[in-house]
């Protein structure tokens, strides 16, 4: 029987190398995700959102950081692995959504490739559906053409197109968790709102849960179930979205 929570982190503390010494970046966070919830982390810049993330995708360097505590991903402990056994977690359990596709992409490979990649890695679909799942993927996400689009590089791409894109290799393989790392900071307003849509959709579809890192309070009242907050590394509240509004 599959847990109900699809995450569950205890304790977990990160600290980066800086000048010959460990120093924390982020506290003792403990957090839980239901399987089909929307979980937002909000707080400035700097609070440790893109720390806590990366930590649960595990793409710190291990040389550099030192991470502490339990995270759990579908009842699987990911602190401690590293190399295959992590990569054989990122993409199939959990998949990532960056702010800034044209710097996540790989600028000299055509698009098609980028998400061939993504399904060779795992086991998920096999090696003669690949064609077929890329533009499946594509058709998902709102891509015209996807015949052309998969023989095009990413800088061809608008940056809504790219966002597209980066949100098609992160549910390549169906995970069960998505992150999404402030993905419409640099789209216009209009286009931020058809990629949420878009995320909210592939989760109800899908019932993953989702982590949507993001600074816009007016998205979190919209889209999620739950926030987190947090300032200087450490986790200073959680709440359902309906009391964290009614009582700030």
């Keep these: 029987m599959e847990s109900e929570n699809i995450l569950e982190t205890k304790q977990v503390s990160v600290a980066f190398r800086i000048a010959g010494k460990f120093q924390k970046a982020i506290y003792d966070i403990d957090l839980s995700l239901r399987r089909g919830e929307v979980l937002a982390i909000v707080g400035e810049s700097g609070s440790g959102k893109s720390?806590?993330?990366?930590?649960?995708?595990?793409?710190?360097?291990?040389?550099?950081?030192?991470?502490?505590?339990?995270?759990?991903?579908?009842?699987?402990?990911?602190?401690?692995?590293t190399g295959d056994s992590m990569a054989s977690i990122r993409g199939s359990k959990v998949g990532m959504i960056f702010q800034n596709p044209l710097t996540a992409l790989n600028p000299l490979m055509k698009i098609g490739q980028q998400i061939k990649e993504m399904l060779a890695v795992h086991d998920v679909y096999p090696e003669n559906q690949y064609e077929s799942r890329i533009f499946q993927l594509l058709e998902q996400v709102g891509i015209p053409n996807p015949k052309r689009v998969v023989n095009q590089f990413p800088h061809q791409l608008s940056g809504g197109m790219r966002q597209r894109v980066m949100i098609a290799i992160a549910i390549a393989n169906d995970p069960d968790l998505i992150i999404a790392d402030e993905p419409t900071t640099a789209l216009d307003v209009t286009i931020q709102a058809q990629i949420l849509d878009l995320i909210l959709e592939i989760q109800k579809k899908k019932n993953a849960g989702v982590i949507l890192i993001t600074h816009d309070l007016g998205v979190v009242a919209e889209v999620a179930d739950t926030v987190a907050v947090m300032y200087a590394g450490q986790l200073v509240e959680k709440a359902s979205v309906e009391e964290l509004f009614q009582n700030p």
């Design 51 to 81: 720390t806590f993330a990366t930590a649960v995708m595990g793409l710190h360097n291990p040389n550099q950081t030192q991470i502490t505590g339990s995270i759990l991903l579908d009842d699987e402990e990911v602190i401690g692995k």
